[in-house]
C-alpha cells in the first residue's frame, strides 16, 4: 500500500518561498513518478511539476517553470516542492501524487494518470 504525506503549506506572503515535501512509503518507488498537482476551489486538479525517482527526469507546467522546482531524495523516499516569488494566483491545495511510470522519462501531465494521491497541504498566499 502506497502511502502519501504532504507537509509544508501555510499562509505566506506575495513574493515569498515555501517548500513542500511528500514523504512516500509502502514499497520501492525505483519505477515510479511522483508529482505535485494543485487544485484552487471551483478549479481542476492541475499538474504543477512531475519527477522520476530512477533519473531525476523532470516536467513543469509551463507557466511555472523558473519558480518552481522538483527534487527528491532518494533516501529519504521525499520528493520536494520548491516554491520561490509566490504569488496570490498560486493559492490552491497541493497534492502529491505517484503512479508507475512508463519507460524512463514519461511523466504524465493530468491527474487521472496517477494511482495513489496524498491527502493535500494548504498553501495560501496573500497579497
Known amino acids: 500500500q502506497v502511502q502519501l504525506v504532504e507537509s509544508g503549506g501555510g499562509l505566506v506572503q506575495a513574493g515569498g518561498s515555501l517548500r513542500l515535501t511528500c514523504a512516500a512509503s509502502g514499497r520501492p518507488f525505483n519505477n515510479y513518478v511522483m508529482g505535485w498537482f494543485r487544485q484552487a476551489p471551483g478549479k481542476e486538479r492541475e499538474f504543477v511539476a512531475g519527477?522520476?525517482?530512477?533519473?531525476?527526469?523532470?516536467a513543469y507546467a509551463d507557466s511555472l517553470k523558473g519558480r518552481f522546482t522538483i527534487s527528491r531524495d532518494n533516501a529519504q523516499n521525499t520528493v520536494y516542492l520548491q516554491m520561490n516569488s509566490l504569488k496570490p494566483e498560486d493559492t490552491a491545495v497541493y497534492y502529491c501524487?505517484?503512479?508507475?511510470?512508463?519507460?524512463?522519462?514519461?511523466?504524465?501531465?493530468?491527474?487521472?494518470?496517477?494511482?495513489?494521491w496524498g491527502q493535500g497541504t494548504q498553501v495560501t498566499v496573500s497579497s
Open positions: 519527477i522520476r525517482w530512477s533519473n531525476a527526469n523532470t
Open positions: 501524487g505517484s503512479t508507475v511510470g512508463n519507460g524512463n522519462l514519461y511523466i504524465p501531465l493530468v491527474a487521472r494518470e496517477y494511482a495513489y
